[in-house]
């Protein structure tokens, strides 16, 4: 059996690795190593409906963010690729050192405070900016001019953004001609078992995607056990084969070299206790009931105001407009609600190492990599017990309900109180908890699809 | 014995439900040895080859609902009555043709025979009113879904109500449909003469020759749908087939879908909305020949029927029952047929997700295969069986027979 892993998404991404682009480049950047001669890459090129053969070297380019692949023939210029002027990389890297900023800055006779400087790199990131050096832009038929060969014993691997970039239809009329097989990562099925909680303008797109990859699949790799539950009762209710099934975790590694040492906790959390809520902030995560339980805890003086923070880090998605706006207005929350975006890793980091103790209350999950970071870093962590969140922390987790702000208020005025018992539940994450590496998550990956295709690999 | 039929539409060339059950009525009186002559006021959308001689097309007679839609049956008994050259054109007819009675097939031609009556033209032509449903509530409904206001599509029901009490009183023998029609009729005119004529089907003809019709399906199992341009028709299938899209099967062809609802189904925003991947399933044929929509009912796997208001009963069910397909049915679309639900290869279904369910079962099925008890039970929903073993027939050979024997009197 031949495989080959499709970079069809990292091959058009410009910027950092987070999200699917970071699963899509771990698991590829294993698929040599682990598979050896069996293994190789590929590119799904929308025009002709095909496959095209990657060689390694330029799947290594893309992995490393090197190298961007443009898929059409003219066109508009990529997005973000290689565009920012070297004035503003210059900039960009003189804000990564607040300090050397400040220092310059003093030179032309401006003053500016570390948290200025703070304020002044939130406003300007750009969530697409790209590395100091940009990736190489090349045309797909300069670096991938040959069509993957097709047949029974070849295996195309795809963990990517398949809904924008694949024509999933088209493979599905491929394969009845090629008679090859296809692997899906399955991320979650929220958008059909809760599309009210999807942005409206991909849950059709995401509905049509989810209509048709089970019909083209033979295997289906889920990153949690309840996301693969949740495959098996969709092809059941529409009546589809369900593919070959397993499911694997994602790797949490934690960021090994970071670029602002010097930097500080802003303003707002120095010399506080705070609780941290990383994600973005949008319905589906749950904002809101965090906010009417910290509101409720303010208000009835069981959380100090001077010195308790709740700390939500995260872009402003969709749909929380009028949370926000309250929360900015109402007096119990405006200054004792701390948001934060476009942090660096080592912001991250360093906001996570200052949290007494993490939150998660999110509607559902497929994953919640929030909560495997939280416990990475030793944090207590409170959570909702929906999805497949438990699957993570097991016993080292405390759930809440997502719906009863009451019990999240209760639940936070504990962890602020009973600082022995924070204590013991961090020192058992400590002890217990082993944060999958993504060395050790992709050999899962490629063990389990490895064995289901030897299980169930009939030439289709 | 002659009997004139005035119906809203043609029936040379029976095609929608209707037609065909005024087709199959003309087969009854001749069996019974009367004459069935169909005169009928149409909208303009016939072909040549539908209409027969004594039709008119509906003019600017009416000016009544003109800004209201689904009018045309309403306005053809208007437009009949009224419009001099309408008139003219039936009570000569009726003077040259002497018809020994009215069949009044619906109820919306019913002011030309009250005014033929009055005038003298026909004023001792005894009247068959042969309902095809309680015509109001349906009429509602399809207004209301159309953008009727309510207090309009109200009075629009009302006035349906009263041209059918109307015509009932006037009528000296109802013929309808269904038992709960009946119940309905007999709750309108006590005492009145009334016999249930049930909804039927011509057998399908046997073995119909291959087509390329059928190449799309490659010979995998379908479901078919037929249905013409009638709310009815087109709402329930949007709504229990189309909402979530044609995933339940694989990116090929799986669906046929046929007749005037196609246009309207294609573009409804519920098909629209995963236009591509349902194309790779639904194949339409809206203009299909007689001879390939049988070739595709011989071929089908099973037929749907996502009907979920109407009144009435439903020709298409008894269609579908008489082809020994696997049938997926709302129970909108059981009424008149209600002694198979529960049947073998009758699947019934509700909401969205359980007509989904029921066509994902009927599409793992293999064919079906009925037993020779339950295939005499489907076979018996032929027009012929339904009349007699409903009763009309008996019922209308008597009326007939009297009216000959009154007449004979009457010469001597």
Not at chain 1, 196 to 218: I, K, Q, S, T
Not at chain 1, 260 to 273: M, N, S, T, V, Y
Not at chain 2, 75 to 88: H, I, K, M, V, W
Not at chain 2, 161 to 173: H, I, M, T
Request: net charge negative.
């Amino acid at each position: 059996m031949k495989v080959y892993f499709d970079l069809s998404t990292s091959a058009r991404w410009s910027g950092h690795a987070v999200g699917i682009v970071r699963v899509e480049r771990e698991l590829g950047r294993r698929v040599l190593p682990v598979l050896g001669d069996e293994g190789g890459y590929c590119l799904f090129l929308p025009r002709e409906g095909g496959l095209r053969l990657l060689p390694a070297e330029a799947a290594a380019q893309i992995i490393a963010g090197e190298l961007q692949i443009r898929f059409e023939d003219g066109g508009p210029a990529i997005p973000g690729a290689g565009q920012a002027s070297l004035r503003r990389r210059i900039r960009n890297a003189i804000l990564r050192r607040p300090k050397l900023y400040q220092a310059i800055q003093r030179l032309r006779g401006l003053s500016f405070s570390l948290e200025q400087i703070a304020e002044v790199r939130r406003i300007e990131a750009d969530p697409d900016a790209q590395p100091a050096k940009g990736p190489i832009i090349r045309t797909i038929d300069d670096v991938a001019p040959e069509r993957v060969p097709l047949g029974p014993d070849t295996l195309i691997v795809s963990a990517g953004l398949d809904w924008e970039y694949k024509d999933i239809r088209g493979l599905y009329r491929m394969k009845a001609k090629h008679g090859f097989q296809y692997a899906a990562v399955i991320y979650d099925l929220i958008p059909l078992i809760m599309p009210h909680y999807v942005v409206p303008a991909y849950v059709n797109l995401l509905r049509d995607y989810f209509g048709e990859v089970f019909w083209l699949a033979d295997y289906c790799m889920s990153i949690s056990a309840c996301t693969q539950r949740d495959m098996y009762a969709h092809c059941e209710r529409y009546g589809v084969p369900a593919p070959a099934a397993d499911y694997f975790p994602l790797g949490g590694d934690l960021p090994t070299t970071l670029e602002d040492e010097e930097g500080e906790l802003p303003h707002a959390l120095q010399g506080k206790r705070y609780a941290i809520f990383v994600s973005t902030i949008e319905p589906r995560k749950n904002h809101r009931t965090l906010y009417q339980a910290w509101d409720r805890c303010i208000r009835e003086g069981r959380v100090d105001p001077e010195t308790c923070r709740l700390l939500f880090v995260g872009m402003g998605g969709w749909n929380t407009g009028d949370l926000r706006a309250e929360m900015a207005a109402n007096p119990a929350t405006r200054d004792t609600i701390v948001t934060m975006s476009n942090i660096s890793d080592a912001d991250l980091r360093r906001l996570y190492e200052g949290a007494e103790f993490s939150l998660f209350p999110s509607f559902y999950e497929g994953y919640g990599l929030p909560v495997a970071e939280a416990l990475s870093y030793g944090k207590p962590c409170i959570s909702s017990d929906a999805g497949s969140l438990p699957e993570i922390g097991g016993d080292l987790v405390t759930y809440v309900d997502p719906h009863n702000p009451l019990a999240w208020a209760d639940a936070i005025v504990e962890a602020f109180d009973d600082r022995a018992e924070m204590a013991r539940r961090a020192n058992a994450i400590q002890a217990q908890f082993k944060a999958p590496t993504w060395d050790a998550a992709a050999d899962i990956f490629f063990a389990r699809l490895t064995a289901l295709v030897q299980k169930h690999g009939a030439a289709p | 014995m002659k009997i004139l039929a005035l119906s809203t539409y043609p029936v040379a060339r029976p095609r929608h439900g209707g037609q065909k059950r005024v087709h199959a009525l003309k087969a009854l009186y001749q069996r019974l040895g009367a004459d069935l002559h169909v005169a009928a006021v149409h909208d303009p959308s016939y072909a040549k080859e539908d209409v027969g001689p004594h039709d008119i097309v509906l003019g600017h007679g009416s000016a009544t609902w003109a800004d209201t839609p689904f009018m045309g049956d309403l306005q053809s008994g208007e437009f009949a009555a009224n419009s001099p050259a309408a008139y003219r054109h039936f009570e000569s007819l009726v003077r040259t043709l002497q018809p020994d009675a009215f069949t009044l097939e619906q109820p919306f031609m019913w002011p030309l025979i009250r005014r033929l009556k009055e005038n003298g033209v026909a004023a001792d032509v005894p009247v068959i009113y042969s309902s095809h449903n309680w015509e109001a509530p349906l009429k509602e409904a399809i207004l209301i879904r159309a953008g009727v206001s309510r207090p309009k599509a109200k009075a629009i029901a009302a006035a349906i109500v009263a041209l059918e009490q109307d015509a009932v009183d006037g009528a000296d023998l109802v013929l309808t449909v269904s038992d709960s029609d009946l119940a309905i009729y007999r709750a309108l005119a006590p005492g009145k003469l009334i016999a249930v004529a049930p909804n039927g089907v011509d057998l399908p003809s046997d073995a119909p020759g291959r087509s390329a019709i059928l190449d799309p399906y490659e010979g995998r199992k379908f479901l078919f749908y037929v249905g013409s341009s009638y709310p009815p028709n087109i709402e329930g299938f949007v709504k229990l087939v189309c909402e979530d899209g044609f995933f339940f099967t694989p990116p090929l062809k799986s669906f046929a879908v046929c007749g005037g609802v196609c246009d309207q189904i294609f573009q409804s925003d519920a098909y629209q909305r995963f236009v591509h991947a349902n194309s790779e399933r639904v194949q339409f044929f809206p203009n299909t020949t007689d001879e390939d929509l049988d070739v595709l009912k011989a071929a089908t796997h099973g037929v749907v029927l996502p009907i979920q208001f109407g009144g009435g009963s439903n020709l298409k069910t008894a269609e579908a029952l008489v082809s020994e397909k696997w049938v997926v049915a709302t129970p909108t679309a059981m009424r008149g047929f209600e002694r198979f639900i529960g049947a073998a290869g009758v699947l019934i279904a509700e909401t969205p997700d359980q007509f989904r369910a029921a066509m994902i079962q009927a599409l793992r099925n293999p064919p079906l295969q009925l037993s020779g008890q339950d295939r005499a039970a489907r076979r018996a929903v032929t027009w012929e069986r339904a009349f007699r073993e409903g009763g009309a027939e008996e019922v209308l050979r008597t009326f007939l027979a009297s009216r000959t024997a009154g007449a004979a009197i009457g010469a001597l």
